[in-house]
């Protein structure tokens, strides 16, 4: 069974992987230099503040001298984030020494704001103005309530269909991209990467829709380097506070109201002005995506006889279950179900793993059992295990069935042409018949039309 990983990657990665012009027109912004430093591993970050006031090359040989000898792997990684974000830029010189220089636009941008500061694009609007603004505890749960909502959307379930019908163009296109497959005389189903992204921790699933949704901003008319400096832009921003939607430009307020379906933003309108307030999400993005993991509560249990409960009253943690366990009955809090046989068969069809499903259990165990070691029962974990190596005893293999070979000599070059193109998978030599990999069909009929 073939298998898809989605790899969830935060902003630096894609800062990384923009056109170098782009880079450097990014590093004019002088706060996106600040996130650019946050966001570094500690040890880079000591190389660009130690270098900072530094304008002439500084050789490889005078950097490693900094670290001790066990940080030499440290040291690496450090050096090569570097020079990905073009933060570093490295030279050989004719004696083939190794140097590296800090980036001019970056150094002089990062000084300014350490010396004198930054005012932002934006500032808070007045309280007279924005009446009654929500709580942050209230932010908290409507960013909550939007993202399940929109994964909800995502799974085409009857209640998404009822609380999600807003959802914009801009977030259905990342819905197409590897999470739903369009089929002609069918809707659209989730892919296999779609199922595994469902059972994905909501930061992972978070990187990987703000991933893709800047990666088809150019299909929308949107510079990519543009969309990220906003983006970084908004992580300076207050959460809880309120900001004047007229300072944004038409592509930015764009981004805002899509940005609003994923609860990254609230908008909000007053009787002369409108304005949107960050939550927690916009103002962390920034932050890599190991940083903003914090453990959040569980709420499934696991019995050893395989009875699953899950003290919740989410639609979309029904939802997910359903992916993998049979749903029995749902009270107001709690979902009783249990993981079977057939259940996990349908899920290892779909494209999700043993390892996920198990990892998908540990994460969102329940504090009464998370502190257990293990928090699932062993014998389930090993279960789930061993049914998905049952599926793959089998190897199914396209193959071609040959047999009335017209002599022993023709029979025996057969098996040898075929064991060239190692594409022989069987052969009874008494009974002179053969079976070869469909890769090489063509070529045995031709092979047998001139032995004839």
Same mark, same amino acid.
């Given at each position: 069974?073939?298998?898809?990983?989605?790899?969830?990657?935060?902003?630096?990665?894609?800062?990384?992987?923009?056109?170098?012009?782009?880079?450097?027109?990014?590093?004019?912004?002088?706060?996106?230099?600040?996130?650019?430093?946050?966001?570094?591993?500690?040890?880079?970050?000591?190389?660009?503040?130690?270098?900072?006031?530094?304008?002439?090359?500084?050789?490889?040989?005078?950097?490693?001298?900094?670290?001790?000898?066990?940080?030499?792997?440290?040291?690496?990684?450090?050096?090569?984030?570097?020079?990905?974000?073009?933060?570093?830029?490295?030279?050989?010189?004719?004696?083939?020494?190794?140097?590296?220089?800090?980036?001019?636009?970056?150094?002089?941008?990062?000084?300014?704001?350490?010396?004198?500061?930054?005012?932002?694009?934006?500032?808070?609007?007045?309280?007279?103005?924005?009446?009654?603004?929500?709580?942050?505890?209230?932010?908290?749960?409507?960013?909550?309530?939007?993202?399940?909502? $929109? %994964? !909800?959307?995502?799974? #085409?379930?009857?209640?998404?269909?009822?609380?999600?019908?807003? @959802? +914009?163009? &801009?977030?259905?296109?990342?819905?197409?991209?590897?999470?739903?497959?369009?089929?002609?005389?069918?809707?659209?189903?989730?892919?296999?990467?779609?199922?595994? $992204? %469902? !059972?994905?921790?909501? #930061?992972?699933?978070?990187?990987?829709?703000?991933?893709?949704? @800047? +990666?088809? &901003?150019?299909?929308?008319?949107?510079?990519?380097?543009?969309?990220?400096?906003?983006?970084?832009?908004?992580?300076?921003?207050?959460?809880?506070?309120?900001?004047?939607?007229?300072?944004?430009?038409?592509?930015?307020?764009?981004?805002?109201?899509?940005?609003?379906?994923?609860?990254?933003?609230?908008?909000?309108?007053?009787?002369?002005?409108?304005?949107?307030?960050?939550?927690?999400?916009?103002?962390?993005?920034?932050?890599?995506?190991?940083?903003?993991?914090?453990?959040?509560?569980?709420?499934?249990?696991?019995?050893?006889?395989?009875?699953?409960?899950?003290?919740?009253?989410?639609?979309?943690?029904?939802?997910?279950?359903?992916?993998?366990?049979?749903?029995?009955?749902?009270?107001?809090?709690?979902?009783?179900?249990?993981?079977?046989?057939?259940?996990?068969?349908?899920?290892?069809?779909?494209?999700?793993?043993?390892?996920?499903?198990?990892?998908?259990?540990?994460?969102?165990?329940?504090?009464?059992?998370?502190?257990?070691?293990?928090?699932?029962?062993?014998?389930?974990?090993?279960?789930?295990?061993?049914?998905?190596?049952?599926?793959?005893?089998?190897?199914?293999?396209?193959?071609?069935?040959?047999?009335?070979?017209?002599?022993?000599?023709?029979?025996?070059?057969?098996?040898?042409?075929?064991?060239?193109?190692?594409?022989?998978?069987?052969?009874?030599?008494?009974?002179?018949?053969?079976?070869?990999?469909?890769?090489?069909?063509?070529?045995?009929?031709?092979?047998?039309?001139?032995?004839?």
């Amino acid at each position: 069974m073939p298998q898809v990983r989605i790899i969830a990657k935060n902003f630096m990665d894609m800062v990384a992987s923009l056109p170098a012009m782009k880079l450097d027109k990014l590093y004019e912004n002088a706060f996106i230099c600040e996130a650019i430093l946050r966001s570094l591993p500690p040890l880079a970050k000591k190389y660009v503040l130690q270098l900072l006031y530094i304008d002439v090359p500084v050789t490889a040989s005078s950097l490693q001298e900094w670290v001790l000898a066990d940080g030499a792997s440290k040291h690496r990684v450090a050096v090569d984030r570097l020079i990905q974000l073009r933060v570093f830029t490295e030279f050989v010189d004719r004696k083939k020494e190794t140097t590296y220089l800090l980036n001019p636009m970056f150094q002089m941008n990062l000084r300014e704001h350490i010396i004198h500061g930054g005012v932002l694009p934006r500032e808070p609007m007045a309280a007279t103005i924005t009446v009654r603004l929500p709580s942050l505890e209230d932010l908290d749960i409507y960013a909550a309530q939007q993202w399940e909502c $929109f %994964l !909800l959307h995502l799974i #085409n379930s009857a209640e998404a269909e009822v609380t999600t019908k807003s @959802i +914009s163009p &801009s977030m259905m296109k990342v819905f197409q991209r590897g999470l739903l497959s369009q089929r002609d005389k069918e809707g659209s189903r989730l892919t296999e990467s779609g199922f595994q $992204f %469902l !059972l994905m921790d909501t #930061n992972a699933q978070l990187w990987y829709i703000i991933r893709e949704y @800047i +990666s088809n &901003s150019e299909d929308r008319g949107v510079d990519s380097a543009d969309l990220i400096s906003f983006l970084l832009e908004l992580s300076f921003h207050v959460t809880g506070e309120a900001y004047n939607v007229n300072t944004l430009n038409d592509i930015q307020r764009t981004t805002v109201k899509d940005l609003a379906d994923l609860g990254l933003i609230k908008l909000q309108q007053g009787r002369k002005e409108s304005w949107f307030i960050p939550t927690k999400l916009a103002t962390n993005l920034s932050i890599s995506l190991s940083d903003a993991s914090s453990r959040k509560q569980g709420y499934v249990v696991v019995e050893t006889n395989f009875r699953l409960y899950a003290y919740s009253t989410s639609k979309l943690h029904c939802e997910i279950l359903r992916l993998f366990a049979r749903v029995e009955y749902q009270l107001p809090n709690l979902i009783v179900g249990s993981i079977t046989k057939e259940n996990l068969y349908k899920a290892f069809s779909n494209g999700i793993t043993a390892d996920q499903i198990v990892s998908f259990l540990q994460q969102n165990a329940h504090p009464r059992v998370a502190e257990r070691v293990p928090s699932i029962p062993e014998n389930v974990t090993d279960q789930i295990r061993l049914w998905e190596s049952d599926l793959n005893r089998v190897e199914m293999t396209p193959a071609h069935f040959f047999d009335d070979f017209p002599s022993r000599e023709v029979f025996d070059a057969a098996c040898d042409f075929a064991r060239e193109y190692s594409s022989l998978l069987w052969e009874d030599s008494k009974k002179m018949r053969l079976i070869v990999k469909t890769e090489i069909y063509g070529h045995m009929k031709d092979f047998l039309s001139h032995q004839k």
